[in-house]
């Protein structure tokens, strides 16, 4: 597990980097080529080729998307039906439930890379086989690691969004405390501040999220071969 190579590997490639974070923000579009598209970053990964794939051949990512929104029905149909029987069990029906959801996320993610490994839905759908690749030692390290230090940036990130929000709100809450009256302008100038900042912290959350999902994908395709 290289973790420098997992976070190098968004900006191998500025121009592909600007591309995909493009593509994720466009409704539609974004379900019919980002999927296909961490496929293609997974498959490239486990064949040691480090730099950040192109768009080329935009069919492919059609395909490959539609392929793991199937697959991802299948997997959600599945975890459904064995949380609802578990849920039903007196006691400890809850308990069961948290730790089936625990056992399936290793599973889906084992699942999608096997998708991107082969590229055929049916191996994907191969539970007993999938399963077997899910509890590696090694690729549970890998998740725990890349979804622990993506958890980490992220709220780093939400705390600094909040703190300048936050920041944005202080003529308000000063002239509150102190008793005065806040004018309309201030109104007016405060929500021109706040729509900015909601803006750039939507764009700040856009871009953060998907160099991470890319930085995820990668450390864990590192560990499934």
């Known amino acids: 597990m290289d973790i420098g190579t997992a976070f190098s ?3 191998s490639n500025i121009t592909n980097l600007i591309i995909g974070i493009i593509l994720s923000i466009i409704p539609f579009i974004n379900i019919i080529t980002i999927p296909g598209y961490m496929l293609r970053i997974a498959n490239r990964t486990m064949n040691k080729k480090n730099e950040l794939p192109g768009f080329d051949n935009f069919g492919e ?56 490994e082969t590229k055929s839905i049916g191996a994907a759908l191969n539970i007993p086989e999938v399963f077997g690749k899910a509890k590696s030692a090694k690729f549970i390290v890998a998740v725990i690691i890349g979804a622990i230090i993506a958890a980490v940036i992220m709220l780093i990130i939400l705390v600094i969004v909040g703190a300048i929000f936050g920041a944005s709100m202080l003529p308000v809450i000063m002239a509150a405390a102190a008793g005065g009256t806040v004018g309309p302008e201030v ?11 909601g803006i750039i912290a939507g764009v700040i959350a856009i871009v953060v999220g998907y160099i991470l999902d890319v930085f995820f994908v990668t450390i864990v395709a590192e560990s499934f071969k």
Request: charged share 5%; proline share 3%.
């Open 9 to 11: 590997k968004p900006f």
């Open 61 to 116: 990512l059609v395909v490959e998307s539609i392929k793991a929104i199937v697959v991802l029905i299948v997997y959600v149909i599945i975890y459904a039906i064995i949380s609802a029987i578990l849920g039903f069990i007196p006691y400890i029906g809850g308990a069961l439930v948290v730790i089936w959801s625990i056992i399936f996320a290793f599973i889906a993610i084992a699942g999608m890379m096997t998708l991107a």
């Open 187 to 197: 109104i007016m100038g405060l929500m021109g501040t706040l729509v900015g900042v």
